[in-house]
């Protein structure tokens, strides 16, 4: 098959997974509770409010119709309005999103080398003290929850040695530098747990590698301990690398929600979690879907890379 | 060709070494000594766990981290290769010593291209400067060893190549610098036998023309007859016995070489010299003196407590064996051909095929067109009979096995058992239909359910075909393990206790005990040591004997198949090529594909010369449905029409059917393989030998 | 934390008493060490904690460490210490009820599936694959909202969540368990017997797989705390004055400048539970492994 059809054939299974997805939240959501409006509104609330919630979420329309009209809606661009706060979702999103896509790639630059060092140490260095030494510091902080790590970093560069903020709060006003501070300590939280969680993998993935055949077979056409890692062993361990890559990406959008919590920083996952609280359904059902339209968008650029750098995917 | 005098290339003198295993040293190489003349070529020969491939790899300088080197040393002109420096051996490696892999397949890197892999080796080691020169040079390179589109093909991926090809851009590489020594472990394992034939022609021819020296590792004796000088025979880690290639054959001395060269199946009849070789290496049970003493029919008392070292028993012939001198030279075996069946033929065949037409898709893509595995089959098999069927992978010959057997649905013609249509799927079929019809697998370890005790392993067949419980159900199982010569204590224990050997047994029994009337032998030797397969054949020649058994025997092995069938049928691509009884199936005339797979087998100290046949096989084309299958790839191809149209069958007399478009004449005159024996002496050089006697 | 379905797993025969103590690696030992200490206190603590759950006034409010109180006394006065033992039973009975309760029907799912293959194992897999794509927090807080006021702060909701979010991944590996395992040769001869699907999941497949998922059981619970603990943290799990671990750190989070102990005491128990399970997690993998039979000629 030639590449564009296998790409095609994955993004098309990527969209068929989100519609999915979106059956699923809505179903969760809408269907499953039985009686939406008096989940929102809670256990004291009287007639004449249900109905006028009921009025105004469409919620007498059959399951079917509101469904396909959110969907239609998400598709386009039109996220609805906000519940709590009668403002459009996409208005409250979108500086919500922009925080945490900082966030994101602040903590992701700092996780890389945070990762593939200790791996390649530990695979070098296999079996021996440093190895076991690397892999003990790694189960405890694998250990440990993320907030945890995060209120242990707080603890440590707030109380005892204040350096940063001990709350994220930023908004259009603040300058760059004021983000940046704000900005580090969950990112380093994040990059801390998302490190961990793949130090083993990499280790694991670069100690094949070394240990395979065509790598022996380097070694014995009489390259030099470099050529053999850096043209043999390092481009085919990225392949799994990816894999192990788009797994973060996916912690990373449930990991957003505690660490932007803990440390207050207004980005989506702390939407996500305040939504939640505040029973808001259509900022409940947006962020969600954009939750797992992010996830699945990851897991498809790392197959589609994948497909690229592994010339043996490409065969049919 | 005697041993050269003068320096030798390699020297390996009392070599030991051990692997650090958990918390126990393995010592795997005890004491090995021998050498290589310059432009010399010595086969090692063992079976599996003898410590062969770990000598090799020492000529390259290469251990795993758990190894340590107890004592010795392998010096390359005069240099000890275990004392030097990684940058020293990174010098010397791919550059004076060059290794050819088992498994080209997974040593070459997957994402890389195979020009620049072989590119890589010339620049590291400065033969070729940057630029346009290593490619260049690349291109020659596989030209010289007979890739096509040399120019192009460098620019391919690993597994874009096929098996065959894998192999030689792997010697294409270790030839890049112009080495002295060349060291193969195993490179033709898993190859297809016609595509071994040629891996090793090519080899023998480079070695002439280059005078390089090899160390040739393999377990199968009968290729180094084609390209070895002298042999080192290795057991348990030590080096048994080395002799010039003819001598090895015709005169073995120590007792191991000659069960081993007993154990090889020939096609030829009344080859067979000597007995073959019983039991099994068992690590833990070795006595301190010699290792083969446990298996060994001339043994004496002081065997087990003395060390053998290598005496010469002649000039250039060392033996470590204390009885040598007592040795009489083994007597000849007569050959156990098959005796016609006596029953005369009755009227309708237990198993008839008719047009079997099989296909199937290819895995995980709907869109793929569907691919015709076994197109327009017709065979059968008669009560008590033994059919063979023989092909190379791809020929479609387990396809028809799982058709019989109910996995695979025919997509056209029929299936007949006792003269009855057969139900295409298993679940359509009665439960006696399905207990009569058993089958065979090729691999033990996935064929016995690891989780099972090998007791319920029999038990299963017992319970579902007879309802059989409490003692009968014990006495049954007893008397199966005691059929396939296992001690009754075997069913206590699981699969991964018993040695490959005995898990085919197992398997075995676990058919037979069902009382089949057809038994289906999917390649069942061919995942066995080669001492381990002589004794599972004729297990299974007495079960069939004692059973009343007919078969379908699957294999690739031509000198096996002799053994065992009744009749042969040769496959390829799908299609039948050539029936008839084994006895003319191996005379001429023949089909061109009958021929090719005899010319390629290998078979011990009468191998004549062969021409290597034109015709490489290429990746797959696929099947056009015309004419006939084998046109592309004959070396006697007609022309056009071979092409075009589907070749008939031709009756060539005592049951001999051959489908192709050359007259029987032709044919005849065409086949230069024969089936009379021809003692050579000394090493066999297949450019000089002759083609008809 | 996620394996691959390695083939050795899925050869390897669980190994008798005897051999286990004598095999196992250290990591086993250590993390099964770890976990009975953690067993002991959450089954005698009641008894043996200095303070009740509620007891007020036990001490000076924020108050750091002290010998009297070592995870030092919230601000109503209560002693963290005791309720940190108070609540270890929760957490423990919490991971390892709702994790089985996961394996359980995921395993089922799963090896069903993928042993049947054809469409029906499609769109399971699509299923699947949907649900997979929310991430294991979100979909635990949706859950949550979906279950309505009545379940709210129950532990029985916590158990519910924790076996949806861990489901569908055990799904996952049971079913490429059961594919590979269906590929080998003996499946095919149970099938040639006749056998139907339900006697050779039974038979031939199950008891090959159960190294697979035993390593997920473990694999999973040792993760648990900390999901349960999250959502505890987030105030979406048991409610005050249960001595949840998470929530007692969310609790004292507000005035941690001050007393930073009373946040991280509960959060070492649960970062040293983890700890055990991940290490006899680790070593149990690394056992089964070694006893996976090596193939001999």
């Not at chain 2, 070459?108 to 400067?129: D, F």
């Not at chain 3, 700890?275 to 193939?295: C, H, K, Q, S, Y």
């Amino acid at each position: 098959m030639t590449l564009i059809r296998l790409i095609g054939g994955r993004i098309l299974l990527s969209l068929l997974t989100l519609l999915i997805v979106s059956a699923l939240i809505f179903w969760i959501l809408e269907v499953l509770p039985g009686d939406v409006a008096s989940r929102i509104m809670g256990r004291d609330a009287t007639p004449e409010t249900l109905a006028l919630l009921r009025a105004k979420l469409h919620l007498n329309d059959p399951a079917i119709t509101r469904y396909l009209r959110w969907l239609g809606g998400m598709a386009t661009g039109d996220f609805g309005t906000a519940l709590t706060s009668s403002r459009p979702i996409v208005q409250i999103l979108e500086p919500r999103i922009f925080n945490t896509v900082l966030l994101a790639g602040y903590a992701f630059l700092l996780y890389l080398p945070m990762a593939l060092i200790p791996a390649l140490i530990q695979a070098v260095r296999r079996d021996r003290p440093t190895d076991h030494a690397l892999s003990a510091v790694t189960l405890v902080l694998l250990s440990m929850p993320d907030f945890l790590i995060a209120t242990l970093l707080l603890v440590t560069f707030v109380v005892t040695v204040p350096l940063l903020p001990a709350i994220s709060l930023v908004d259009q006003s603040s300058t760059a530098l004021e983000y940046f501070r704000a900005m580090t300590l969950p990112a380093v939280t994040l990059a801390v747990v998302m490190a961990v969680y793949a130090v083993r993998m990499l280790r694991d993935n670069l100690i094949e590698v070394l240990s395979s055949d065509y790598v022996r077979m380097a070694e014995l056409k009489g390259l030099s301990r470099r050529k053999v890692l850096l043209r043999h062993a390092l481009p085919n361990a990225l392949v799994p690398t990816l894999n192990i890559t788009a797994l973060n990406l996916a912690y990373l959008i449930g990991g957003v929600v505690v660490v932007e919590k803990v440390f207050s920083y207004p980005g989506f996952g702390s939407l996500l979690v305040d939504s939640l609280q505040l029973r808001d359904l259509p900022l409940i059902e947006a962020t969600v879907l954009i939750a797992a339209a992010v996830y699945i968008a990851a897991n498809l650029l790392a197959d589609i890379g994948a497909i690229l750098l592994n010339p043996r995917l490409r065969a049919s | 060709m005697s041993a050269a005098l003068g320096p030798k290339l390699v020297e390996v003198s009392d070599l030991s070494l051990a692997y650090l295993h958990e918390d126990r040293p393995l010592q795997v190489l005890f004491g090995v000594t021998f050498s290589i003349a310059p432009g010399e070529v010595l086969g090692l020969v063992g079976e599996s766990g003898c410590g062969k491939s770990t000598v090799a790899y020492q000529l390259l300088g290469y251990r795993p981290p758990s190894a340590r080197v107890l004592s010795g040393s392998v010096r390359l002109s005069g240099v000890d290769l275990l004392t030097l420096s990684r940058a020293e051996l990174d010098r010397l490696r791919g550059n004076r010593i060059a290794l050819i892999p088992q498994n080209p397949a997974s040593a070459l890197s997957p994402g890389m291209r195979v020009g620049r892999q072989v590119a890589e080796v010339l620049t590291a080691h400065r033969r070729a400067s940057g630029g346009s020169a290593p490619k260049a040079r690349a291109a020659e390179l596989f030209e010289a060893v007979g890739l096509p589109e040399p120019r192009r093909i460098g620019r391919r991926y690993p597994h874009e190549l096929s098996g065959g090809q894998q192999q030689r851009v792997a010697i294409a590489m270790a030839l890049a610098c112009g080495p002295d020594l060349l060291v193969l472990d195993e490179p033709t394992t898993g190859l297809d036998v016609t595509t071994q034939q040629q891996i090793v022609a090519l080899l023998a021819e480079l070695r002439r023309r280059k005078r390089m020296a090899m160390l040739y590792v393999t377990h199968d004796l009968g290729l180094l007859a084609q390209i070895a000088d002298r042999v080192g025979v290795m057991y348990a880690g030590r080096m048994v016995e080395v002799a010039p290639t003819g001598i090895l054959f015709s005169q073995p001395r120590h007792p191991y070489t000659r069960g081993l060269i007993a154990s090889i199946p020939q096609i030829r009849p009344g080859e067979r010299l000597g007995k073959r070789l019983r039991g099994l290496l068992q690590r833990d049970e070795l006595p301190p003196g010699c290792p083969f003493q446990p298996r060994c029919d001339f043994a004496e008392a002081a065997c087990a407590a003395e060390l053998q070292v290598l005496e010469e028993a002649a000039p250039g012939h060392e033996v470590a064996c204390r009885r040598w001198r007592a040795l009489a030279p083994p007597a000849a075996v007569p050959a156990t051909l098959r005796a016609e069946p006596t029953e005369a033929a009755p009227l309708t065949p237990l198993l008839a095929l008719d047009s079997l037409v099989v296909t199937y898709r290819a895995a995980g893509s709907v869109f793929a067109k569907p691919v015709a595995a076994v197109r327009g089959v017709t065979l059968a098999i008669e009560r008590g009979e033994t059919l063979a069927l023989v092909g190379e992978s791809g020929s479609g010959k387990s396809t028809v096995a799982r058709a019989i057997s109910g996995l695979l649905r025919p997509s056209a013609g029929q299936i007949r058992f006792g003269g009855e249509p057969l139900a295409g799927l298993l679940r359509h079929r009665p439960r006696e239909l399905r207990r009569i019809i058993q089958y065979v697998f090729q691999n033990p370890d996935a064929s016995l359910n690891p989780r099972m005790r090998v007791g319920s392993i029999l038990a299963r067949p017992l319970e579902v075909f007879f309802d059989a419980a409490g003692a009968d159900l014990r006495g049954r199982i007893a008397r199966a393990l005691d059929d396939v010569r296992l001690d009754e204590s075997y069913a206590e224990r699981y699969p991964d206790q018993l040695s490959g050997g005995e898990r085919q047994r197992v398997a075995i029994a676990r058919a037979v005990v069902a009382k089949p009337a057809l038994l289906l032998c999917d390649e069942v030797l061919s995942a066995l040591d080669v001492s381990v397969q002589a004794n599972i054949l004729d297990l299974l020649k007495r079960l069939r004997a004692e059973h009343h058994l007919s078969m379908l025997f699957i294999s690739h092995d031509l000198a096996v198949v002799r053994e065992i069938a009744d009749r042969i049928a040769v496959l390829f691509r799908g299609e039948l090529c050539q029936v008839g009884p084994s006895r003319v199936v191996f005379q001429a005339p023949m089909h061109p594909y009958t021929h090719a797979l005899l010319m390629a087998a290998p078979s011990g100290p009468a191998a004549i010369a062969r021409p290597v046949e034109a015709g490489e096989p290429g990746p797959l084309r696929p099947a056009s449905g015309q004419g006939c299958p084998y046109a592309g790839r004959c070396a006697w191809q007609a022309g056009a029409i071979c092409e075009r149209e589907p070749p008939p069958w031709l009756e060539a007399g005592n049951g001999n059917r051959i489908r192709c478009h050359l007259s029987l004449s032709e044919l005849e005159a065409r086949a230069l393989w024969r089936a009379e024996p021809r003692q050579v002496e000394g090493a066999i050089r297949p450019a000089e030998g002759r083609a008809t006697p | 934390m996620t394996l691959s379905a390695a083939p050795g797993l899925t050869q390897a025969r669980l190994p008798s008493w005897r051999r286990i103590l004598r095999r196992a690696p250290v990591s086993f030992h250590i993390g099964a060490a770890i976990l009975i200490v953690h067993a002991a206190v959450a089954v005698l603590g009641p008894w043996l904690a200095p303070y009740g759950i509620s007891q007020m006034g036990t001490g000076i409010p924020l108050s750091g460490m002290s010998w009297a109180h070592p995870f030092g006394v919230d601000q109503l006065g209560r002693d963290i210490f005791s309720r940190v033992i108070h609540g270890s039973h929760i957490v423990l009975l919490l991971a390892l009820s709702g994790t089985g309760l996961g394996v359980a029907i995921g395993s089922v799912i799963g090896l069903l599936s993928g042993y049947v293959g054809g469409w029906i194992d499609n769109i399971v897999q699509r299923l699947l694959e949907a649900v997979i794509s929310i991430p294991f927090l979100v979909l635990a807080l949706l859950a949550i909202a979906a279950a309505g006021p009545q379940l709210a702060g129950s532990p029985l909701l916590v158990v519910l969540v924790v076996a949806l979010v861990y489901a569908p991944r055990v799904a996952r590996m049971a079913r490429a368990a059961a594919i590979e395992i269906a590929t080998r040769d003996f499946v095919t001869v149970a099938r040639l017997r006749g056998e139907g699907a339900w006697s050779v999941m039974r038979r031939e497949i199950l008891p090959n797989a159960s190294s697979v998922l035993l390593v997920e059981f473990a694999l999973r619970a040792g993760y648990a705390p900390v999901l349960i603990g999250s959502l505890g943290f987030l105030g979406f799990g048991m409610r005050p004055p249960t001595p949840e671990w998470g929530l007692m750190m969310a609790e004292n989070r507000a005035l941690i400048i001050i007393s930073p102990i009373t946040v991280i005491g509960p959060g070492l128990a649960l970062a040293s539970l983890v700890v055990g399970l991940n290490l006899f997690t680790d070593g149990l993998a690394r056992l089964i492994g070694r006893t996976a039979p090596r193939n001999q000629a």
